[in-house]
């Protein structure tokens, strides 16, 4: 258990000294801190299973854990390499929707255990709601001069995927407390994704919000992790 705890600090420290570089200048030695913050967060996941047991739920989120970091790199390089900017903006968002997908997985088996009657409802309320956020935001990024150009449908599909597994993971904390953790998570997740869309799509390049994002953004995973550790 201290093991895992430890890891979750470093990758929150390493992910600070990632944020001084990263607002002076995009870099390889950046990009490796980034990296790392990653790997440490992972670790923390692995120690997790070793403490409770290798469990197909706890496994599913190590891989999601593990998208997240080929999404960390390939956005960054997106950073990095600007005339590749958009190939770089695909790869990443797909690799965070497909780690979405083996989260929603790992929780679709955690409620089965708990109470298998709420996919029927919880599932299609949560799509709906997320419809409606996404909707919301495409309307009030247009107030922020928010421009998507290209990548609208990107944006759109993985708002709404991102979206969905909050409200679903809200509703699966109802039935289950400790899956509060989870839902924070996601919660953390999606601001430092509207956050990240700010700089992206609405020229916001203040120092301040590569700190936010990234941030938050490590925080969310770093709680997933976490909640193997206590929630399974």
Same mark, same amino acid.
């Given at each position: ?26 870099? $390889? ?28 739920? $706890?496994?599913? @989120? ?48 955690? @409620?089965?255990? @708990? ?7 919880? @599932? ?35 708002? =709404? =995927? ?39 799509? $609405? ?6 919000? =590569? ?22």
């Amino acid at each position: 258990m201290i093991g895992s705890i430890i890891f979750i600090v470093l990758s929150m420290l390493l992910c600070v000294a990632f944020c001084f570089l990263r607002a002076q200048k995009a870099t $390889g030695f950046s990009l490796t801190l980034k990296i790392l913050s990653s790997i440490a967060f992972i670790f923390a996941g692995i120690l997790a299973l070793r403490v409770i047991g290798f469990s197909t739920i $706890g496994i599913l @989120i190590l891989v999601g854990l593990i998208c997240g970091l080929a999404g960390d790199i390939l956005l960054d390089l997106k950073i990095m390499y600007p005339e590749h900017n958009n190939a770089y903006f695909y790869s990443g968002t797909a690799s965070f929707a497909v780690g979405h997908a083996f989260y929603f997985t790992a929780v679709v088996l955690y @409620i089965i255990n @708990i109470n298998t009657m709420m996919l029927a409802w919880a @599932i299609p309320v949560a799509l709906v709601l997320a419809g409606l956020a996404t909707l919301a935001i495409m309307l009030s990024s247009k107030k922020m001069n928010m421009e998507f150009g290209s990548v609208k449908w990107a944006v759109i599909s993985y708002s =709404i =995927i991102l979206t969905f597994m909050f409200f679903f993971s809200v509703f699966v904390a109802i039935y289950s407390p400790i899956f509060w953790i989870f839902a924070g998570g996601m919660l953390i997740f999606l601001l430092s994704d509207l956050v990240l869309s700010m700089q992206y799509f $609405g020229g916001k390049s203040q120092k301040i919000f =590569i700190y936010i994002n990234h941030i938050l953004y490590y925080l969310a995973q770093n709680m997933f992790a976490l909640f193997i550790l206590l929630g399974l």
